[in-house]
């Protein structure tokens, strides 16, 4: 996605790869390709990632725009406010509080904000110990996003326990739960993605690289 844009855009119009990315995203949400799976692993939860993914891109491509917005005290406020309103927001919609179209674009902002507060949170110099882990990361941001939804377990015992809680414990279960989840998924990307890339023509045709 990243070459193409490249290609389709040398005069690098903000605008345009906005457009592209949420077309391409409408492509296959709105397709059957958010329905398929291939031993077992569920694509519409790739295709629900490729928002935050698009935003990284952008927010990479475009960093001197993007902080005249971000690097903004208020907006930090806001964005991390809004964050929380809209996540806790989900647990209203069975009570028939707030309706249900509300919190389905909830679910779609819930990831651009977390991208942004993320992106204005190490942006500020906070947590210097992690910063050469963070750019490690940042630097094959491609293959974790490709490769890690074949390791995200899905177990539904957890899930009814944590939904059994009260609002306070589930959330917090549910932030322990993620945070064990993605350091494994993470973890097991890299490593794979050592091994694909030892071969230069696996290395060229999965990552571009």
Not at 34 to 59: C, N, Q
């Amino acid at each position: 996605m990243m070459v193409v844009m490249e290609r389709i855009n040398r005069k690098r119009w903000l605008l345009f790869d906005i457009v592209f990315i949420l077309m391409i995203y409408a492509i296959f949400r709105f397709s059957y390709v958010a329905t398929w799976e291939i031993l077992g692993i569920d694509l519409g939860r790739f295709v629900g990632a490729l928002i935050p993914f698009g935003m990284g891109v952008l927010l990479r491509k475009y960093k001197s725009l993007f902080h005249v917005f971000i690097e903004q005290s208020w907006f930090y406020t806001i964005a991390i406010l809004s964050f929380f309103i809209l996540f806790i927001s989900r647990y209203f919609e069975d009570l028939g509080i707030i309706p249900l179209y509300c919190v389905k674009v909830g679910g779609y902002l819930l990831p651009l904000l977390g991208s942004l507060i993320v992106f204005y949170t190490f942006s500020h110099g906070i947590y210097m110990r992690m910063r050469s882990v963070l750019s490690y990361l940042g630097r094959h941001s491609l293959p974790i996003y490709i490769l890690h939804i074949a390791f995200v377990i899905q177990l539904p015992q957890v899930g009814s326990f944590i939904l059994q809680q009260n609002a306070i414990t589930s959330v917090t279960i549910q932030i322990l739960y993620a945070t064990v989840l993605t350091i494994f998924s993470i973890s097991l990307s890299l490593v794979v993605y050592k091994i694909i890339v030892m071969s230069s023509l696996l290395k060229r045709l999965f990552f571009g690289e």
